[in-house]
Structures are given as structure tokens and as C-alpha cells.
């Protein structure tokens, strides 16, 4: 995004005048008509969230040159993140142009020429009204959806780079048992609640639904065979029911969640670090580079610098969000008494799709012991995932 250097850009025509002394004026430029259009339309479109796929898509469709005479591109309307060029960031088309944007240095060695961003409070930014195509709320809404969207894009596409082998596999775990979350919820199907998380305690085996309303232990010969959902939904109801306070502290008091914490601690302690030490080394180059110059190894330099300060930060805010996430919860009473409410309301029925959503997110798994050795008596033990509880918990 040069609107300082006085070339062609798309929308405007290039004036060709003269000054008083009679040398030519660079950059003067006037509204090109028709392509204007076209910019408006690609505004318009990504304001109103339309995927910049689909914008090009169309455009090529019609037999629409590009800026440069061949097809769109997504990467001609957003550029580059870490440069922040693009015809959707261009400012003139919003009638200002901006100056100062980019600070010019020679490398003291091979005299190149070498750009560096300023930061913005140094920009200069001058208004030229007759130069406007879009008007200020969508130029706005264009460049509030760019820095949200682009930041996306570069989340996903950093965050399995900084993973580790063990932060990749929670992720997937996670996300999947997010996904059988949504479909559970949204397609309110009829689920026991037990249903696919019930297991025999004596074979390890799943239990499953055989026929009419009854669950079997694939075994022949176990005592988990044939049993009448009444009789099932009674047990694990009164398992359920015994979540209480002092079970979610010993869950987060405990040696696993303890160390999880500190390396979430460790990690963003060594990652703070290594962002200052990234940023000092970035002001050491730029004290020790002279002036007007340009280099590709050197704006290659910068840009892999820049990107990995963000991913410096990006690594942080997951580890302060793990953080957090592993962190006892306050108002643990709340969430025992609301617990408990979900309890009494799958007593009095127990396919409420509802209650039965909600309490599923928290089971992991269900052993059944209808022979214990230990009792005599049939039980049913949980296994809670209680790192669900706390995040159902959260949820306005
Ligand atoms: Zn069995």
C-alpha cells in the first residue's frame, strides 16, 4: 500500500500535468469511473462478510481484468498481514492518503534499499475528498472485519507450528468432543444419558442397547446382561449425584493439574522472554543500518521478525488461557447447586434432551457393577470431566 510513491492504482487514472517549473507531477490522479465501481462492489461485499474467494470468483466470472491485467486474487485484496498492504487497506480509496507509512534506510554494507513499517502514530495522513470512493462506516467495517479475519487465519495457521505433540492431541481431543457437543445439542436426539459411555466393570467391555430398552455387556455369562433401562438410569443417576465440592478441589489440587499449571506458567515465562529478546535484536539491526536503503535479505529479515513476535504472542495468550482454564473455579457452590438441580430434573425424567445434553458434557465415562464383589449390591461409578464442568459453568 505506497500511496507516497505516486504510481498507478486501481480506481484512479494517472493526470499527467505539469508543475510551475514545468516538470511533470507525479501522482496526481483522478477517479477512474468504471473500475471505481468495482472497488465499491469489493467493499461492499467483504463488509458484508462475503469470502474474498468468492469475491474474486465472480469477478473473474464476468471477464473483470485485475489491477494487474490477469485474474483476482485473494492475496491482491488483503496483501500481506505483516506489511499490512492490499486494495482493501487502501486509504485513498477512502479519501486520505497516507505518508511516512514506510521508513526508508540504506544497508550500510551493500547499499540496498530496505523499508521498514512505522509505527502508526507516525503516519502522516492527508485528506483528498475528491478522491473518495468509499464512504468512512464501510471503510471502517472493511478494516475492523480485515484485522479480525486475518488475525483468525493467522491463529489457525500458526498455532500447530507451536504446538507440542501433547498440546496437539488435547487440541483434537477437544475439539471433537466439542463437535459431539454441538450435534448432541442441536439435533436433540433422544440419548440415554449413559448411552456409548457406559462400560462393564467386570470385562472392560461397552454396554450396549440390545433390545427394547435393554443394555447388554457383549460377554456371554456376565451379570451386565439384559439389564432394563430403569434399572441402569437409577444407578447412574445416584453416581452422578455425588459430585460435590470436595471432588472438583481434589481434581484441582491434584499432582497432574498442578504441573499442567506450572508449565503453563513456565511456558509463559520463557515465551515473555524470548518476545523482549526478539524485540531487542530487531533494535539492534535497525540502530546499526544507515540510511535510504533496500534489501531483500534485510525486509525478509523484518518480516520474519514481525511474524515471529506474533507468534510469541499468540503462544502466550493460549498458555494464560490453559491457565486459566486449569485453574480452581470460584463460586464452586453454584456449580454443585446447579448440579444438583440437573440431577432432580433427570430423576423426575430422564430423556429430557436437554438436561440429558447437559449432563452428558460432563461424563466421561460410566463403569457398571451389577455382581460387585466389594458391596454385594449393583453400583455405578463416574469418571467426570470435571475441566467440562467448569467451562459449561462459564457459559453465560
Ligand atoms: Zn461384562
Known amino acids: 500500500m505506497t500511496t507516497d510513491t505516486g504510481g498507478q492504482l486501481y480506481g484512479y487514472d494517472l493526470v499527467h500535468a505539469l508543475d510551475e517549473f514545468g516538470e511533470p507531477i507525479r501522482g496526481k490522479r483522478k477517479i477512474n469511473e468504471e473500475q471505481a465501481e468495482i472497488v465499491r462492489e469489493i ?41 499490512q498492504t ?18 526508508y534506510r540504506k ?12 509505527p502508526e502514530k507516525e503516519w502522516i495522513t492527508v485528506p483528498i475528498p475528491e478522491l473518495t470512493m468509499i464512504d468512512d462506516a464501510t471503510f471502517a467495517k472493511v478494516q475492523k472485519a480485515l484485522d479480525e479475519r486475518s488475525s483468525k487465519h493467522l491463529q489457525r495457521k500458526m498455532m500447530p507450528a507451536l504446538m507440542t505433540e501433547e498440546e496437539k492431541r488435547e487440541t483434537s481431543i477437544r475439539r471433537s468432543k466439542e463437535w459431539r457437543r454441538k450435534q448432541a445439542v442441536t439435533k436433540k436426539r433422544a440419548n440415554a444419558l449413559f448411552g456409548g459411555k457406559l462400560y462393564c466393570g467386570e ?5 450396549t442397547a440390545t433390545y427394547a430398552k435393554h443394555y447388554s455387556c457383549p460377554v456371554k455369562g456376565c451379570a451386565n446382561r439384559n439389564l432394563h433401562y430403569d434399572e441402569i438410569i437409577k444407578l447412574v443417576l445416584d453416581a452422578v449425584a455425588e459430585l460435590d465440592e470436595a471432588k472438583i478441589i481434589e481434581h484441582f489440587e491434584s499432582e497432574e493439574i ?4 506450572a508449565h503453563h506458567a513456565r511456558e509463559i515465562e520463557r515465551l515473555t522472554q524470548h518476545l523482549e529478546d526478539l524485540r531487542a535484536s530487531i533494535n539492534k539491526v535497525i540502530d546499526a543500518l544507515g540510511s535510504d536503503a533496500r534489501s531483500t535479505e534485510i525486509r525478509a529479515f523484518f518480516d520474519d521478525k514481525a511474524e515471529q513476535i506474533q507468534r510469541r504472542k499468540l503462544d502466550i495468550a493460549h498458555h494464560k488461557r490453559e491457565l486459566a482454564g486449569s485453574t480452581p473455579p470460584r463460586k464452586l457452590e453454584n456449580i454443585i447447586q446447579r448440579h444438583q438441580n440437573l440431577v432432580a430434573n433427570l430423576r423426575a425424567w430422564s430423556r429430557d434432551p436437554e438436561a440429558v445434553a447437559c449432563m452428558r458434557q460432563i461424563i466421561d465415562r460410566l463403569t457398571l457393577d451389577t455382581a460387585s464383589q466389594k458391596t454385594g449390591k449393583a453400583m455405578c461409578t463416574v469418571d467426570f470431566d470435571l475441566q467440562s464442568i467448569i467451562s459449561t459453568n462459564k457459559r453465560p
Not at 67 to 73: T, V
Open 86 to 103: 492490499g486494495m482493501l487497506r487502501q486509504t485513498l480509496y477512502n479519501g486520505v492518503v497516507t505518508f511516512n507509512k514506510m521508513q
Open 107 to 118: 544497508h550500510p554494507e551493500n547499499g540496498k534499499r530496505l523499508s521498514i513499517m512505522r
Open 43 to 83: 467493499f461492499e461485499y467483504y463488509a458484508e462478510g462475503r469470502k474474498l474467494k468468492h469475491i474474486c470468483d465472480d469477478l473473474n466470472r464476468r471477464g473483470i481484468d485485475s489491477p494487474k491485467g490477469g485474474k483476482w486474487a485473494p492475496s491482491s485484496l488483503v496483501g500481506s498481514f505483516v506489511r
Open 203 to 207: 470385562h472392560n467391555q461397552k454396554i
Open 258 to 261: 498442578q504441573q499442567v499449571r
